[in-house]
């Protein structure tokens, strides 16, 4: 088994690189649910909770919509499954209307409907998180939903936010971050491109898959945070994104070029040189993240199985995956590229690599995809 050197490793300090100001108004929530139970149920553990406030509620997609005409609120608890317009369907009018507030889908389709719930993450949609049967609102649900929350809420003031299309976040110029100091570009030409995304991935992801010329003939590996179920579903979004054949990766299997490679649900994707050919392989250790599957993994094995000919992406996220194994691969002569803070739903992941000194550029997605056109060589391209 390969076990990485960094898996139980202690996590690293926080530190300073954003320039976002500590919150001190309470988290502004709006609440989109058919169910009378559930908007109570939701309203008491949110209202009850420091730091936080209801703003509005509403019963269907269209009263939520008329709502943001003269609401401003930070995150939106939204069910997907409603009567009349369905939060799907209304997804990109209330992202609209909502003026850079983030969305948390909470519906019970993020269980069973996972082709509804990963549209709404590709759409824009920050976050998801399962609405539980009866009962089942227990203290570590309502922890949970807080901490998803909390994450997700801006740390400045709500007054300053304009209104910004589904896709505006990919057009934010970069260099807003608190101008970490950046790496020089590695002299290695990348021969594999390898991501890591979590909250907020998907939109980011599909972005820039989407920016990517289809000459672009280099594989494509990919980590997201995403339960098992979820992952045939977004083999098939990332598919229609990159105009690419994507596979979910299992135990060797071959790494082919202009293809995506994705880390199932329940391990972490690795990768091996066997007999002058890639391959993935799967683990299922513990990672200092927690996370499974893990980025870390992915990078460190894809720094020692191409000798640092690669290139490391990192898109929006909570918590700090991705740093150890990011760190590897510069050490061998690879290069990081991170999602810029005004483009990301959570600068967590993203961050923690910027801190750490490890990213040769910061930019939104779109300008991550023409940063790879530009630099990629003569050896990306069919």
């Avoid at 997700?152 to 970490?180: I, K, M, N, Q």
Wanted: overall charge neutral.
């Amino acid at each position: 088994m390969i076990r990485p050197l960094f898996s139980l490793a202690p996590r690293a300090g926080k530190g300073s690189v954003s320039s976002r100001q500590v919150r001190e108004e309470p988290v502004r929530v709006m609440i989109v649910d058919d169910s009378l139970i559930v908007r109570t149920v939701l309203s008491r553990i949110i209202g009850e909770a420091d730091g936080f406030e209801i703003a509005a509620k509403a019963s269907s997609a269209e009263l939520a919509i008329a709502d943001l005409a003269d609401k401003t609120v930070d995150v939106i608890l939204l069910d997907l499954e409603m009567p009349g317009r369905g939060g799907l369907d209304a997804l990109p009018t209330i992202l609209t209307a909502a003026r850079g507030a983030q969305i948390l889908v909470v519906s019970s389709l993020t269980e069973e409907g996972a082709e509804h719930t990963i549209a709404a993450l590709r759409m824009g949609a920050a976050d998801t998180m399962l609405k539980p049967r009866s009962g089942g609102f227990d203290q570590a649900y309502r922890t949970a939903l807080l901490e998803k929350i909390r994450a997700l809420a801006p740390a400045g003031p709500v007054s300053d936010r304009t209104a910004r299309p589904e896709d505006s976040r990919a057009d934010l110029a970069a260099g807003d971050a608190g101008c970490p100091t950046l790496r020089k570009s590695s002299n290695k030409t990348p021969g594999i491109i390898a991501i890591g995304a979590s909250t907020g991935g998907i939109h980011a992801l599909c972005i820039l898959l989407r920016n990517l010329p289809t000459q672009l003939d280099l594989p494509i590996l990919v980590t997201q945070h995403l339960p098992e179920s979820f992952i045939p579903v977004f083999a098939r979004q990332l598919e229609t994104a990159g105009a690419r054949k994507a596979v979910v990766a299992g135990v060797r299997t071959p790494i082919e070029p202009g293809c995506i490679h994705i880390a199932p649900g329940n391990g972490h994707m690795m990768i091996r040189e066997i007999g002058g050919r890639l391959v993935t392989e799967i683990g299922h250790f513990p990672v200092a993240s927690g996370c499974k599957p893990s980025v870390d993994p992915m990078f460190e094995t894809l720094a020692e199985a191409t000798g640092g000919h690669a290139l490391g992406i990192v898109l929006s996220g909570m918590g700090r995956d991705g740093v150890y194994g990011a760190a590897k691969l510069v050490q061998a002569g690879g290069a990081i590229i991170a999602q810029d803070e005004a483009s990301s739903a959570v600068w967590g992941m993203p961050r923690a690599v910027a801190e750490a000194g490890l990213t040769s550029a910061i930019l939104p997605p779109a300008q991550i995809a023409s940063r790879i056109a530009a630099n990629c060589g003569a050896a990306a391209w069919k």
